[in-house]
């Protein structure tokens, strides 16, 4: 398999539970990136990881916990979620993270969509 | 960090080439501009970038204005499938590892 997975590829969940959802990219990519896009809103940033340590988060709830355990997957632990964190959330790779060269493309997965009831 | 404008929504006809117009006046010398496009359930898909040149690639071209305040665009026969949002995004040292997506074009296109 090729590419940025996901998966599940859509999820429904109660606000009590506790889901994970998992990226894994097959690209030989060393930074890994996990977006929000809710409903007519643009793409949000939440978490950055290069070379599997943490290097950005960018002010999000403590009810969403990513974790990296190589460079090739990265989950999004899920709890005690909130209506309104029905989105659809998408990972992302690339190559060494360092956006910051200012060429270096991210290469996105489907997304999972995510309902909290 | 740069700003960037586009076009709610534009339209084409099947085979005609097709021009999305991107500004960003407050973009500085050593800013990037990168273009992505999402089809319908999917993510997004890396386009093209380019710094000051015009750039060419299988899938599109990228005309840049002598000022680089804007940009356009071009997808040479427009298809079907290229129906999706085009996102502009001007990448800077600033941003560090940040995509900063705007609202993006929505491109229908008619057969």
């Known amino acids: 398999e090729t590419g940025v997975t996901q998966t599940p590829r859509h999820l429904v969940m109660g606000m009590t539970n506790k889901k994970s959802l998992k990226c894994e990219q097959h690209?030989?990519?060393?930074?890994m990136y996990w977006y929000k896009q809710s409903a007519k809103k643009p793409l949000e940033l939440m978490f950055v990881?290069?070379?599997?340590?943490?290097?950005e988060n960018n002010s999000v709830p403590s009810r969403f916990s990513p974790e990296c355990p190589n460079s090739s997957h990265l989950f999004l632990h899920l709890h005690t979620l909130q209506p309104e964190d029905s989105a659809l959330y998408l990972c992302?790779?690339?190559?060494?993270?360092?956006?910051?060269?200012?060429?270096?493309?991210?290469?996105f997965g489907p997304g999972t969509r995510l309902l909290v009831l | 960090d740069a700003k960037t404008t586009q076009p709610n929504s534009m339209e084409s006809n099947e085979e005609e080439p097709v021009h999305l117009p991107c500004n960003h006046s407050?973009?500085?010398?050593?800013?990037?501009i990168h273009w992505y496009r999402q089809l319908p359930s999917q993510g997004p898909e890396y386009v093209i970038h380019?710094?000051?040149s015009n750039v060419n690639n299988r899938m599109a071209s990228l005309a840049i204005a002598e000022d680089r305040k804007s940009s356009t665009l071009i997808l040479h026969r427009a298809t079907l499938r290229d129906a999706a949002v085009y996102y502009c995004?001007?990448?800077?040292?600033?941003?560090?590892?940040?995509?900063?997506f705007g609202s993006g074009t929505q491109l229908t296109v008619l057969p």
């Open positions: 407050t973009i500085s010398g050593t800013d990037y």
């Open positions: 380019g710094l000051t």
């Open positions: 990881y290069n070379f599997k340590e943490q290097t």
């Open positions: 690209l030989g990519h060393n930074a």
């Open positions: 995004i001007i990448v800077n040292s600033g941003s560090a590892r940040q995509l900063t």
């Open positions: 992302a790779s690339s190559q060494e993270g360092r956006l910051a060269e200012l060429q270096e493309t991210q290469y």
